[in-house]
């Protein structure tokens, strides 16, 4: 059993940061990619950045030179900062991670639970 736990989402105002945190705990081998995808409201669920366990990375043109993903592969945390965040941001964020499992070495697509951020002055 495996899971992912994000952290670090709130309210901030337009302009303002935060920074997100997903934790993955469990059996785990390894941890291949990971990223952040984000769903608004009436919206299908979009990519925001993934990250390969060698530290490559993908943004979504509309976060890019705004949004920072990092991981620390030690700890099996992967994080988002957020800058300069605009009203259009605003929806729940949903950490990713393709997981190798300790003794079956399967790889599952895991999902955390999400965590909302709202941009709003």
């Known amino acids: 059993q495996v899971q992912l736990v994000e952290s670090g989402g709130g309210l901030v105002q337009p302009g303002g940061s935060l920074r997100l945190s997903c934790a993955a705990s469990?059996?785990?081998?390894?941890?291949?990619?990971m990223g952040w995808y984000r769903q608004a409201p009436g919206k299908e669920r979009e990519l925001v950045a993934t990250?390969?366990?060698?530290?490559?990375?993908n943004y979504a043109d509309s976060v890019k030179d705004r949004f920072t993903i990092s991981r620390d592969n030690a700890r099996n945390t992967v994080y988002l900062r957020m800058n300069s965040l605009k009203p259009e941001d605003t929806a729940v964020y949903y950490c990713?991670?393709?997981?190798?499992?300790?003794?079956?070495?399967?790889?599952?697509?895991?999902w955390g639970q999400g965590t909302q951020v709202t941009v709003s002055s």
């Open positions: 469990g059996s785990i081998f390894s941890i291949n990619a």
């Open positions: 990250i390969t366990s060698g530290g490559s990375t």
């Open positions: 990713n991670a393709e997981i190798v499992h300790r003794l079956s070495r399967f790889r599952t697509n895991t």
